[in-house]
């Protein structure tokens, strides 16, 4: 069984909140992998909880498009998908790309430390190995660049769509060499931000999300070959014995 947080459900009325949150970390840090079916009695039991709150919950997610709300099946956590991902990063990159040239046009030293500084704890984080610190510093140096434009419809707008994105930006993070690769692309954001070219700021943040595409898409597809070559070995073995 998963390993969830332990919470006090001390307000009744917060139950379902409180569930869909602990779910919704469990789908976006991949301890519930994609396609995992939510057993209603195994959660009841964990969170200690009837299956009102419970469904409550499932409802939450289901809007978020975190799990899908199956017949005769049940919960089952939403598969990451290409053409998901493509989207939701293309808009993504008009998001933050925009958010560059508004924080280039109105430069904040605060803003540009904390950018700066959670890109030092990133290196630290991948130097320690720690991917879950890496990713969650990541998932912050994306909110911190579009919060620093100063735009509270572009922030609410980035809101609705950054738990969907945060699957996929954790599933980006334990791709080999990824993080790495995302700091520089980071650290080169940052660096045309402050030197006041607005052009170059926003290319960079494009080229980066791009990069993220990329990254994901031929991971995807590397994936799909070796499954296809065992498949296909497979095949051929069982050929193989029923000559014998």
């Known amino acids: 069984m998963m390993k969830l947080e332990n919470f006090n459900f001390v307000n009744v009325e917060l139950l ?31 969170f200690n909880v009837s299956r009102i709150p419970l469904r409550e919950a499932f409802r939450v997610l289901e809007g978020e498009g975190l799990i899908n709300i199956v017949p005769h099946k049940g919960a089952v956590v939403s598969l990451l998908r290409d053409d998901e991902l493509v989207e939701l990063f293309k808009v993504r990159a008009l998001f933050e790309s925009f958010a560059v040239e ?17 890109i030092a704890q990133m290196r630290l984080a991948v130097g320690d190995e720690d991917i879950s610190s890496y ?37 980006l993070s334990r791709l080999p060499d990824s993080p790495k690769k995302s700091i520089a692309e980071h650290s080169k954001i940052v660096r045309y931000i ?51």
């Open 16 to 46: 379902p909140e409180k569930i869909a949150n602990a779910l919704r970390v469990a789908i976006v840090e991949g301890s519930l992998l994609p396609g995992t079916r939510l057993v209603e009695t195994d959660l009841t039991n964990q």
């Open 102 to 118: 508004c924080l280039t046009d109105n430069p904040n030293p605060q803003t540009f430390k904390k950018l700066e500084g959670i």
């Open 135 to 171: 990713y969650r510093l990541a998932a912050e140096f994306h909110s911190a660049l579009v919060a620093g434009a100063n735009n509270t419809v572009l922030t609410n707008q980035y809101d609705q769509i950054k738990c969907k994105l945060s699957r996929y930006q954790a599933a």
């Open 194 to 244: 402050k030197s006041g070219d607005k052009e170059l700021a926003a290319q960079a943040t494009k080229q980066h999300i791009d990069d993220l595409i990329n990254r994901f898409l031929f991971s995807q597809s590397k994936d799909a070959e070796t499954n296809f070559s065992e498949k296909n070995k497979s095949t051929q073995n069982k050929i193989t014995y029923a000559d014998v």
